[in-house]
């Protein structure tokens, strides 16, 4: 009977997790969500786009009442979950409603801060957090026509840009010198202060507001310097902060939000948190790239497949705004952190800071061109020393490189391109090559890369000229055969310097046996490693021997190495099939693999749907069999890739365990089957394959050796693996 899964809150991180996990592990999970608002979920971070006239609400819609009901969840709208039972495992509602869970998952987000303000709780007065605050704005603006937005960060300058679409006189209220003081730096911020003006906003900046004026309705603000200023709407932006009420009643461990492990894991058993009432290592995230990596990660492990947890993550800002480009990450007021470029263009009212701490790259502020916002964002993340970053850009400047291609270029195939949508390079290119697509406008639509708040679309436009000039990893035109330099390749984690090739190699040929040996021998930063790379350090320390037990490699108990997909059909018609099935999942069921691989057969490479999804294909074919490798089913879909075809299921099932030993022995940790041949190219799988298996064979298979009846075990064993 599946698991019953209790999600509290209907919102993107939570739903992202669910979205996840559906596609990881259908059916493992009875899913029951509950959120507040009654309506299906919504992209939050667009709001602003359906107040400035730019989307309806149905374009921002995340997930519509079908997909809710076509993957068997049951969603409660518009209500409100008042006590959790941990001891009983019961949620309770404010309607008498009670739902039982295996495991709880609370995504109950955040709730907008409201100063503590004399006259805070008059009529007028609203924040800007949900679709019923801009339905209020559009009603506001109906009947008044001026005003005034407390707060002069991101959110602040969004909601203000509806009002004046609205029609509405915007005033910006700000009590720090310039805008988003916590994104920009002066020099930037009057750029976007000028820029906003041109369109109507009017500022008022280093201003303390003591109260809001007024009898029964807000009528307007009373600074501390005895200024006044007349306003019929207050709209208050001044932050967020993190729903806990939940967990505090239940009496899980808080402090500014609900504290979590790596794994997102609470302070109970069975209960974890995701989004912005989650708080990690100290940190809480309000930014929707965190949020969907950690529902990536706790899909993961709540679907029972490897993963080495959440680590943290370097949030940025983007302003969403039409014609207006600004981009920050990293904390570019560190007093520690040093200019290593600053360039101002008057006339072309463009900005670009890189900064650097202790020699790495730790900060940048982008205005007017942003498409080199997403490769610096995984150039703080990496630490990339300032010297290399100084050179490539160098080089790039001597050969006449367009820098935003330049940037698209050095992004590595996992760097989330569209943080709205988690589209990532790979999906971009991949989308792009098998649907032969040729502007961005297509990627948008296949895709939806650039189509909720357009901040990506520099960069988006930037991988559709360099896909169009083969330029998509490298400086150099890609090719199936290039393999980068170990120069060019990351280091596993910040313990090592050392590539997943050089750990690799000086394992095998020391032929350490022991994590600590090897971190010992290698100088590790951490002697005890981390979440990253001890899982890796186990998996390499085992593929010389790729048969061997799990012994001590610390896995889940439930961890299933190797699932095997059979089509009944096939069982019926092939007298060989279960017993060769059998004998495929005996010789690797206790194998560590990169990754845990979805193995599929059948008579017809047709059927079942989606056959060609999984990591590894056999299939029947009018010229015998076949075997494909690469599919995928997460992410954007891959059809498997034929590697070779044979007579006889019996010789197919021979080259799908070289296959497998093939890639168990060359793979990366946690690289799937798809990204090992992108990077060894099928060509040179191929060979591989069909070399070793000519020689083990040296001549045809006999008939009858593998001739046995589908007995209770061997059924019993595809049962469980499918």
């Known amino acids: 009977m599946p698991s019953r899964l209790v999600v ?86 404010a309607s008498g409603m009670q739902a039982q869970y295996d495991v709880l998952i609370l995504a109950t987000g955040s709730v907008p ?23 209020r704005m559009t009603e506001y603006a109906s009947q008044y026509s001026r005003a005034a937005v407390i707060g002069g960060g991101l959110l602040g300058l969004e909601a203000a840009r509806g009002l004046l679409h609205l029609g509405m006189e915007a005033h910006v209220v700000h009590n720090a010198s310039y805008l988003m003081n916590r994104q920009l730096d002066a020099l930037s911020a009057g750029m976007l202060q ?69 794994h997102m894991q609470t302070s109970l058993p069975g209960i974890y948190a995701v989004g912005e009432c989650a708080e990690h290592r100290g940190i809480s995230y309000g930014l929707v790239a965190p949020l969907y990596e950690q529902a990536q990660v706790l899909a993961a492990h709540l679907c029972e497949q490897p993963t080495t947890g959440y680590r943290g993550s370097i949030p940025y800002s983007q302003l969403k705004i039409s014609g207006v480009h600004v981009f920050s990450v990293g904390d570019v007021q560190a007093a520690e952190a040093e200019n290593i470029v600053q360039q ?43 010297e290399q970053w100084l050179a490539d850009s160098s080089a790039h400047s001597q050969t006449n490189d367009n820098p935003a291609d330049a940037a698209a270029i050095a992004l590595s195939p996992e760097s989330v391109v569209c943080a709205c949508n988690a589209v990532t390079k790979c999906t971009i290119l991949d989308t792009m090559t098998a649907l032969h697509l040729e502007t961005a406008d297509q990627v948008r639509e296949h895709t939806r890369a650039s189509g909720s708040c357009g901040g990506c679309r520099p960069t988006v436009e930037a991988l559709v000229r360099c896909h169009a000039a083969g330029m998509t990893a490298s400086a150099a035109p890609s090719t199936a055969s290039h393999v980068p330099a170990a120069a060019e390749m ?70 299933a190495a190797l699932l095997i997909h059979a089509d009944p059909l096939l069982l019926e018609q092939q007298p060989d099939a279960g017993y060769l099935l059998e004998q495929l999942y005996r010789r690797w069921q206790k194998m560590i693999p990169a990754v845990p691989l979805h193995i599929a057969a059948s008579v017809d490479a047709n059927s079942p749907a989606g056959l060609l999804l999984h990591d590894l ?64 190219s099928l060509l040179t799988i191929r060979e591989q394959v069909l070399s070793r298996y000519y020689e083990q064979t040296g001549e045809p298979v006999q008939e009858g050796e593998t001739r046995h009846e589908h007995d209770a075990d061997t059924v019993s064993i595809l049962q469980r693996t499918v």
């Open 344 to 386: 101002y263009d008057g006339v072309q009212k463009t900005y670009r800071r890189i900064l650097a701490t202790q020699g790495k790259i730790s900060g940048a502020v982008l205005y007017g061109e942003t498409a080199e916002g997403t490769a610096l964002v995984e150039m703080v993340r990496r630490g990339q020393p300032a």
């Open 113 to 135: 801060y409201l100063p503590p303000l004399p006259g805070s709780e008059k009529k007028g007065v609203i924040s800007f957090r949900s679709i019923e605050d801009c339905q």
């Open 194 to 262: 000028k820029e906003l003006e041109q369109q109507g906003m009017i500022f008022h900046l280093n201003r303390n507001t003591l109260k809001i004026t007024g009898t029964v309705r807000a009528q307007g603000l009373r600074f501390d310097n005895g200024e006044r200023l007349a306003a019929d709407l207050i709209v208050m932006a001044v932050g967020i902060r993190p729903n806990i009420r939940l967990a505090e009643q239940a009496g899980i461990r808080t402090g500014r939000a609900i504290q979590v492990d790596d």
């Open 8 to 93: 509290i809150g209907n919102g993107m991180a939570g739903m992202r997790c669910v979205e996840e996990m559906v596609k990881r592990r259908a059916g493992h999970f009875q899913i029951t969500v509950f959120g507040d608002e009654p309506r299906p979920n919504y992209n939050r971070i667009l709001l602003s786009k359906v107040l400035q006239g730019e989307s309806r609400f149905e374009d921002i819609v995340l997930h519509s009442l079908d997909w809710y009901e076509e993957n068997g969840i049951r969603l409660h709208t518009g209500e409100q979950v008042v006590r959790i039972d941990p001891d009983r495992r019961t949620v309770y509602t």
């Open 490 to 559: 990351p280091s596993i984690c910040g313990c090592t310097s050392l590539t997943h090739d050089l750990l690799r190699d000086l394992i095998r040929e020391h032929r350490w046996q022991t994590a600590a040996e090897v971190m010992q021998q290698l100088d590790w930063v951490n002697s005890d490693g981390c979440p990253l790379c001890q899982p890796a350090l186990q998996y390499y320390l085992n593929t010389h021997d790729p048969l061997q037990t799990a012994g001590s490699i610390f896995l889940p108990a439930s961890y």
């Open 617 to 680: 294909v056999v299939c029947g074919s009018p010229a015998g069999w076949e075997i494909h490798a690469g599919g995928s089913s997460t992410g954007s879909l891959r059809r498997a890739q034929l590697i070779a075809q044979t007579d006889s299921l019996q010789d197919a099932i021979q080259l799908l365990s070289l296959c497998i030993s093939q890639y168990h022995e060359q793979a990366y940790y946690g690289e799937p089957v798809w990204q090992w041949l992108e990077r060894t």
